[in-house]
């Protein structure tokens, strides 16, 4: 793997032990109101930011285009502002609410971008 299938392998790799972490913490603690921090950091941080390494890794012709270097910097910095955010969030400070907004609304872009990315070279178009 390299270039932009092992960024977002990296990232994931970040994500799962950050999110474990949480699980962690709310399992010994017995205070599960990160749950909703520990679910998207392991499944919209770790699950797909594995699978976005994985569709790289296999289209090497997709992961060279500068969209696909763009589509990455877009998941990893809309998402961790996204789950920082929530977790601060739930933390009991409301003000930080219009981050977390416009945060999913980057992250929801850059799936957006991923299929403009991926549906051209899945169907033959690359
Ligand atoms: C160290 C390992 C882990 C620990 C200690 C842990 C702990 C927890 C805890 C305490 C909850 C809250 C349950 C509740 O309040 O109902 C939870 C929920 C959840 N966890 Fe984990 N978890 C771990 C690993 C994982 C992994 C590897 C994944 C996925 C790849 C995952 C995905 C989820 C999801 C999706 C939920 C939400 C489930 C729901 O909607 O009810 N967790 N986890
Ligand atoms: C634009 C990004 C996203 C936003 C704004 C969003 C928002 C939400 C909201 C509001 C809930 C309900 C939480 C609750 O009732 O406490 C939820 C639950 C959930 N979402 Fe997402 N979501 C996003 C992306 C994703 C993605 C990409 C995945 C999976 C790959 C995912 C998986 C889940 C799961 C497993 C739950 C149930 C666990 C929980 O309640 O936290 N979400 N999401």
Redesign the pocket.
């Known amino acids: 793997m390299q270039g932009v299938s092992r960024n977002f392998f990296t990232l994931a790799i970040i994500y799962?032990l950050c999110?474990?972490a949480i699980?962690?913490s709310?399992?010994i603690s017995q205070d599960?109101s990160q749950?909703p921090t520990?679910?998207h950091t392991?499944?919209a941080g770790?699950?797909m930011s594995a699978v976005f390494a994985f569709f790289y890794h296999l289209f090497p012709a997709v992961a060279a285009k500068t969209l696909a270097t763009i589509h990455f910097w877009l998941t990893a910095v809309s998402g961790i502002l996204l789950l920082v955010g929530l977790f601060i969030l739930l933390g009991g400070h409301e003000s930080i609410e219009p981050l977390v907004a416009i945060a999913s609304m980057g992250f929801y872009a850059a799936m957006f971008l991923f299929a403009f990315i991926a549906l051209p070279a899945l169907w033959g178009r690359n």
């Open positions: 799962a999110g474990m699980g962690l709310m399992s599960h749950m520990h679910a392991m499944v770790w699950l």
